[in-house]
C-alpha cells in the first residue's frame, strides 16, 4: 500500500497555473525514483513526469513539455510538479508514485488529487 499525500490540486482556467505537492514522508523514498501520474476519466493512468534518486535523469510525457517541471525536496520528503499554462486536456486526478520508467506503472494507488482546467 503505497502512503504518499497529494495536495494542491483545484479548479482553474485554460493558462493558469498549480502546483502539486506529494508528502511521502510515511513511506521510504529517499531511494526511490518517483513520478507523477493523472487519470483522466474513463482511461488508464498515464505517466506525466518522472525523476530519479539522484535528480539527474528527469522524463517528461509529451503532452506536457514545456509546460510542467518535476522536482523534490529530499530533506522535507516532498515532491511538486509545477504546471503552467495549463489546458482542459490537463484535466484528469493526478498521483505521486514511484517511478519505473516510461512503460512501466506501480500496481497501487493513492488518493491521488483532481486537476480541473475550465475552457
Known amino acids: 500500500q503505497v502512503r504518499f499525500v497529494e495536495s494542491g490540486g483545484g479548479l482553474v482556467q485554460r493558462g493558469e497555473s498549480l502546483t502539486l505537492s506529494c508528502d511521502t514522508s510515511?513511506?521510504?523514498?529517499?531511494?526511490?525514483?518517483m513520478g507523477w501520474y493523472r487519470q483522466a476519466p474513463g482511461k488508464q493512468h498515464d505517466l506525466v513526469a518522472g525523476?530519479?534518486?539522484?535528480?539527474?535523469?528527469?522524463y517528461y510525457g509529451d503532452s506536457i513539455k514545456g509546460r510542467f517541471t518535476i522536482s523534490r525536496d529530499a530533506v522535507k520528503h516532498m515532491l511538486y510538479l509545477q504546471m503552467n499554462a495549463l489546458e482542459p486536456e490537463d484535466t484528469a486526478v493526478y498521483y505521486c508514485n514511484y517511478y519505473y520508467g516510461p512503460a512501466l506503472k506501480p500496481p497501487v494507488w493513492g488518493q491521488g488529487t483532481q486537476v480541473t482546467v475550465s475552457s
Open positions: 510515511a513511506s521510504p523514498v529517499s531511494r526511490q525514483s
Open positions: 525523476i530519479t534518486i539522484d535528480n539527474r535523469t528527469v
